[in-house]
């Protein structure tokens, strides 16, 4: 399971604030956050908000200060998606667990 000993630690941290930051830039409304691990080990972030608008990875400019979040969370999780429903939607990713205890840069390839 994920500790704070774990080298993914820091991107589970940037995860979670890129999401909830994109929630009340984009979103506007309440939202949620939901942390939870399955039985093998893969840890789930999903942030709930009450907007049913769809995020997407934009390209911007090196002096942008803003447009990085989804970016962020597509290179710093194994995966990641939305789930959308009648009461808005959920941005969620995984991060599968690491029988090594190490993570590598192929691995988000």
Request: with cysteine.
């Amino acid at each position: 399971m994920l500790g704070a000993a774990d080298p993914r630690c820091g991107d589970v941290v940037l995860v979670v604030s890129e999401l909830a930051s994109n929630a009340v830039l984009h979103a506007r409304t309440a939202f949620s956050v939901r942390l939870t691990v399955d039985p093998i080990g893969r840890f789930r972030i999903e942030v709930r908000d009450g907007s049913r608008e769809q995020p997407t990875v934009k390209r911007f400019s090196a002096g942008a200060v803003t447009g990085r979040g989804v970016g962020i969370v597509e290179l710093c999780s194994d995966r990641w998606g939305v789930d959308v429903d009648g009461d808005g939607k959920a941005v969620w990713c995984e991060f599968d667990p690491r029988l090594d205890g190490h993570d590598t840069p192929s691995d988000h390839e």
